[in-house]
Each structure stands twice: as structure tokens, then as C-alpha cells.
């Protein structure tokens, strides 16, 4: 099946610090969705989007539908420990039967 | 509360051996899947369904087994033909249109052949 390209693969960051992290899709999509999972657990979701151009808070979490739609991106700011865990990224091509998901990002935090 | 569950959240199997893996969800959503994860590589697609007696094989669905004869229910079965099946594995639920809304997915099993 489509693969999304997700990056980066994993991070080491500090307490405190901004994250970035961003997924890219050949083919159109019509929603791109953000997941979060912890260790053990399956993944939660943490916002949808469904509009090119579509900018989503939840907390400190922020995420953006690109204008191409071709693409996605979630930002959290003043990262805390419980942040720690595995991002995923998902998107829905129109009339596709389910969603593809990216590989995950993997978050580490350095107290 | 609403929500998917899966059972038991730890399993052994010896080599050689079938087993299943339960999902049950409440939700009322018409469509299931199932996903194996492994270290690094993502979430793989084993079999769907969008309708009760109807699914889908997915990417990797060699060595595994499913059945929905019901809405709720959704049991995968891992085969003695399933070369590698030590793994995490996941249940998601959706309404009907693909997951537009997203999937609800459950706590997951770990499977482990000993």
C-alpha cells in the first residue's frame, strides 16, 4: 500500500524545547490525522484536520493541513516528560477504503 | 463509556500453535481492522472489514486468519503458518467512509512465541 514519508524518524530533545515533525504524501489527501502513543498502549488520536490550509490547536500541540495537501505538520511547544512516546501521522485519500499511516516519529525527552 | 477492547493484553503460544486475539467494540462503527507493529516499523495492515461477513486482506495478511459475524466483534486468528508472529498487535474501529473521522483503536496484545 501508499507509505507516507514521516520525519524525522526519531528525536532527542530537552524539557522545555519546541518540536517539529511533518509527514509528506505523493497522492491528495482529503484528512490528515495526528496520533499519539504511548509505550504499551495504541495510539490516541490528537487532532484532525480536513482543510487545505487548516491550521488545529489542542493544547500545546498545533497542527497544519498543507496547502498542496500533499502534506502535514505538528508542532508541540514547551515540551513536557509526558510528551515522550510515538507520533504518528495518518491521511485518507478520497474514496480510498481506510487510512495510511506514517512510520511514527519516535519522542525522547532528556530531563 | 464506548470504546474498543482487546484480549488478553499478554499472550504466549508455543510454536506451532494457532491462537486468537479478541476485539470488542461498543461504539457502534461499522468498519474494523487489525495492525501489527514492530519496533521501527510502523503500523502494518493485516485484514479490514466494513461490514459484518465481508473483509479485506490488507498488506500482510499471510499466516493470519479473521471472521465478522458480528458488528461488535472482530477475532484475529494467528496461524502455525505465520513464520514470525512475536509482535504488538492492534485493533481499530471507524464509522462507515474510511476513517474520516478517524480510528479508535484498542490497548493492544503482545504476542510472544516461546
Known amino acids: 500500500g501508499q507509505q507516507l514519508n514521516q520525519s524525522p524518524q526519531s528525536m532527542f530533545i530537552q524539557e522545555g524545547e519546541d518540536v517539529s515533525m511533518n509527514c509528506t504524501s505523493s497522492?491528495?489527501?482529503?484528512?490528515w490525522l495526528w496520533y499519539k502513543q504511548d509505550p504499551g498502549e495504541g495510539p490516541v488520536l490528537l487532532i484532525a484536520?480536513?482543510?487545505?490550509?487548516e491550521l488545529t490547536s489542542n493544547g500545546r500541540l498545533t497542527a497544519q493541513f498543507g496547502i498542496t495537501r500533499k502534506d502535514s505538520f505538528l508542532n508541540i511547544s514547551a515540551s513536557i516528560p509526558s510528551d515522550v512516546g510515538i507520533y504518528f501521522c495518518?491521511?485518507?485519500?478520497?474514496?480510498?477504503?481506510?487510512?495510511?499511516f506514517g512510520k511514527g516519529t519516535h519522542l525522547i525527552i532528556q530531563p | 463509556d464506548g470504546g474498543i477492547t482487546q484480549s488478553p493484553k499478554y499472550l504466549f503460544r508455543k510454536e506451532g500453535q494457532n491462537v486468537t486475539l479478541s476485539c470488542e467494540q461498543n461504539?457502534?462503527?461499522?468498519?474494523m481492522y487489525w495492525y501489527r507493529q514492530d519496533p521501527g516499523q510502523g503500523l502494518r495492515l493485516i485484514y479490514y472489514?466494513?461490514?459484518?461477513?465481508?473483509?479485506q486482506k490488507g498488506d500482510i495478511a499471510e499466516g493470519y486468519s479473521v471472521s465478522r459475524e458480528k458488528k461488535e466483534s472482530f477475532p484475529l486468528t494467528v496461524t502455525s503458518a505465520q513464520k514470525n508472529p512475536t509482535a504488538f498487535y492492534l485493533c481499530?474501529?471507524?464509522?462507515?467512509?474510511?476513517?474520516?473521522?478517524?480510528?479508535?483503536f484498542g490497548s493492544g496484545t503482545r504476542l510472544t512465541v516461546v
Open positions: 497522492s491528495i489527501f482529503n484528512t
Open positions: 461504539l457502534n462503527h461499522d468498519a
Open positions: 472489514s466494513q461490514i459484518v461477513n465481508d473483509f
Open positions: 481499530a474501529s471507524s464509522k462507515a467512509g474510511g476513517g474520516f473521522y478517524g480510528y479508535t
Open positions: 495518518a491521511g485518507r485519500e478520497g474514496g480510498a477504503d481506510g487510512l495510511t
Open positions: 484536520l480536513y482543510k487545505a490550509g
